[in-house]
């Protein structure tokens, strides 16, 4: 019986394929499971052709509809495992198969693949240029150094030539892809053995049989982390229906060098735009850390909200096989993890003070004292200052640096302030209430205090950091040990929409040179991005560390699609009409209404979205209620709740003046300077956050004056972004 694989970046192409297409796929394989190994050699039914003048010999296409092919790498001398490798409009499908040239590594044993035309085209002429160069990348290394790791003949001479890291980042796509993260490895600075130990022993089987070039169906197997094979009608229905699933957890060579490393020296941090798979990588090293951790060890996967901590929990059951291991991880957010430390050690929590109720204390004692600054600004010196600091005195708050706060503040003025900070802690112990930050500040006192004991966690893993406040850094400093692979934090500055302002060095948390930045967008098109690039063009952004800044220089995406579609409207009636019509087509395009989502600033703007909706017979459901993955119904959810989600196609609706910045939710100039240029930032990110959750297609759409984030008129022709 023949068997057929997936090569893993297929979903990333049947994801886009609209619905004829991939029916087309479904029909196929089902019938490829229908035939013996000698019938498909045969060509009984699916148009199995080879591939003139092709690389490697084994290409063949099959017959998906009139317009598409299938390329297939079928095995010589009838051998009976299938791998299919991408589906390609008919025209294009040929050249592109003729081009690709599977080989098995010879370090690693697995299958690899390499767009070998280019390769030889290139070769010739860099080795040129090379002959001139003082000194080339891989000198250090010999030739039988770079073949013990696996690399060719082929790629060792294309190697040969490379004279720094930029121009090896060119060869990402040309080279295959165990040999490029091993000369990725060496580019670092690490050593042949540990380049041996950290890349090729975690790539190759346990027990490496004798390498045959020609065994593909070993090699298939050896490849386990970026081929599925299907061994039933039940598994390949499985997979075809829920590719998206696959794909959320599978981890590219750049992502895999980081979630794999054998062990980090203290706590580690990568950074990276959307997309660039820094969760699959969360992911992937708290399988790492409990592969290696002892058995009666405890590891605590983190972030910011519940409903990102539902999704953690959900990819990580879909990457652990054994559930015995998963019995071991904590998947929550830093507040309840501070309720359930003070929770254990108290015995009991305090209320909880909501937004609402803290406007309105800080109101109160503004009148009360008669001071001259706003609640807003009394709240976020609270917050910003005193329980970023952790201070605790008036001695200690009249001698603190107020980074960040633009407004100076002599002593007297800062006398007045303490008294009020002090009214405000005092009316919330008479209620018996603590706000989420002073809970965590309660948390991280408790686990560090002379009673703490040991540390719950041997290993912390923090997904989207940038919005954390220190205080909620503090209960994640004290829940594990200092030492090796203490804490693994991922996470995006340029997705900061909560104004957290972080030192971690000033927090006991050292990330110097075990820092990571993944520059590769996997998610979205190059064409959604470059657009949501313009929402952040020129705005200087803090590092996730607080250590200077950071930049989306050399950010990009392999995937190309549609380009984003601006709309504007005279009235806010004739946006919803708009936004009722394209999803309508959304749907008749074959797009799962749960893979589809749409992002307002207002909760009533959502509701007026879903009574259009629902009378259009399109189902929705609200993000906050927590939807099942399988649930249908279009996504409504505000801004703020779309952050470190992703929908096939995304509408943001409402991207107006009036909402984008949104005069409350920013501090006028005059009261705060730096204030200001902080929220409005916030503002940006927050835009740019919602742009960034589509895989395939971005619609924008605004009624009367559009928000100054925009793109610049000359980005547009009539109503869409060009």
Request: a neutral charge; one cysteine or more; aromatic letters at 8%.
């Amino acid at each position: 019986m023949p068997q057929l694989a997936f090569a893993n970046t297929f979903w990333d192409k049947f994801e886009q394929l609209e619905k004829p297409v991939r029916a087309g796929v479904r029909k196929a394989m089902k019938k490829f499971q229908q035939l013996t190994a000698a019938e498909l050699h045969a060509d009984k039914g699916l148009h199995l052709e080879s591939v003139e003048n092709a690389a490697d010999r084994r290409m063949r296409t099959i017959r998906i509809t009139d317009f598409w092919r299938g390329v297939v790498l079928a095995p010589d001398d009838g051998g009976d495992t299938f791998l299919l490798v991408n589906v390609v409009p008919h025209d294009k499908a040929y050249d592109w198969a003729a081009k690709r040239l599977y080989t098995v590594n010879t370090a690693t044993r697995g299958l690899e693949v390499r767009n070998v035309v280019v390769i030889d085209q290139l070769t010739p002429v860099l080795e040129k240029t090379a002959a001139e160069a003082s000194a080339r990348l891989f000198d250090a290394f010999s030739d039988s150094s770079l073949t013990r790791l696996g690399i060719d003949e082929r790629t060792l001479r294309a190697a040969r030539t490379i004279l720094d890291k930029p121009q090896l980042e060119a060869f990402a796509s040309l080279f295959p892809e165990d040999q490029f993260e091993v000369l990725q490895y060496l580019a670092e600075g690490f050593d042949e053995d540990t380049v041996w130990r950290e890349v090729v022993v975690l790539r190759r089987p346990t027990e490496p049989g004798p390498y045959d070039p020609d065994d593909l169906s070993t090699a298939i197997a050896n490849t386990h982390s970026r081929i599925t094979v299907v061994t039933g009608a039940e598994e390949l229905e499985d997979i075809l229906t829920k590719p998206f699933a696959a794909w959320r957890v599978f981890l590219h060579p750049a992502q895999r060098r980081v979630a794999y490393r054998a062990t980090f020296g203290g706590s580690a941090q990568v950074s990276g735009g959307p997309g660039t798979g820094k969760t699959v990588v969360a992911l992937h090293r708290v399988k790492h850390l409990l592969q290696r951790s002892p058995e009666n060890r405890r590891i605590l996967l983190t972030t910011y909200t519940t409903a990102l901590a539902r999704t953690l929990r959900e990819s990580l059951t879909l990457l652990l096989e054994d559930k015995e291991l998963l019995r071991r991880v904590d998947v929550t957010t830093v507040d309840a993890l501070a309720r359930d430390v003070v929770r254990r050690r108290r015995g009991s929590v305090p209320r909880l003070c909501d937004d609402a109720d803290e406007r309105f204390r800080w109101r109160k004692i503004r009148e009360q004292l008669r001071l001259p600054w706003s609640e807003q600004f009394l709240s976020q010196e609270y917050r910003h200052v005193i329980l970023a600091q952790s201070l605790t005195s008036e001695d200690e708050y009249l001698r603190a640096v107020r980074r960040g706060r633009g407004s100076a503040l002599g002593p007297v003025k800062r006398v007045q302030l303490w008294r009020a900070m002090q009214m405000f802690e005092q009316g919330l112990r008479k209620d018996r209430k603590r706000t989420y930050l002073q809970l965590c500040a309660d948390a991280a006192r408790l686990l560090s205090g002379p009673d703490a004991g040991d540390a719950p966690y041997a290993h912390v893993v923090v997904d989207e950091a940038q919005d954390l406040h220190p205080a909620q850094w503090r209960v994640l400093r004290g829940a594990v040990a200092p030492g090796p692979d203490d804490l693994f934090i991922t996470g995006d500055p340029h997705q900061r929409i909560y104004d957290s302002r972080v030192s971690l060095a000033a927090l006991g948390i050292s990330v110097t040179g075990r820092s990571s930045r993944l520059r590769i967008n996997y998610r979205s098109t190059e064409e959604i991005l470059r657009w949501a690039a313009h929402l952040m063009e020129d705005e200087p952004v803090e590092s996730l560390s607080g250590e200077g800044t950071d930049s989306l220089a050399g950010y990009h995406s392999l995937l190309h699609g549609r380009r984003p579609t601006l709309e504007d409207f005279g009235s806010e009636n004739a946006e919803l009409t708009a936004l009722v019509e394209k999803i309508g087509g959304w749907v008749k395009s074959g797009v799962p209404s749960a893979e589809m989502a749409v992002a307002a600033r207002f909760h009533q703007t959502l509701d007026k979205v879903r009574n259009r909706l629902e009378g259009a017979g399109v189902p929705t459901v609200f993000v906050k209620d927590g939807p099942d993955a399988k649930d249908a119904g279009v996504r409504l959810a505000t801004l703020h709740a779309m952050k470190g989600l992703e929908f096939r196609n995304v509408a943001v609706l409402g991207v107006s003046a009036g909402a984008f910045p949104f005069p409350p939710a920013v501090t006028p100039a005059e009261v705060d300077q730096l204030q200001h240029e902080t929220d409005m930032l916030t503002e940006r990110c927050l835009v740019f956050v919602a742009c960034t959750r589509a895989r395939e297609e971005l619609y924008v759409s605004f009624s009367g004056k559009g928000s100054s984030f925009l793109p610049p008129r000359p980005e547009r022709q009539g109503s869409s972004l060009k």
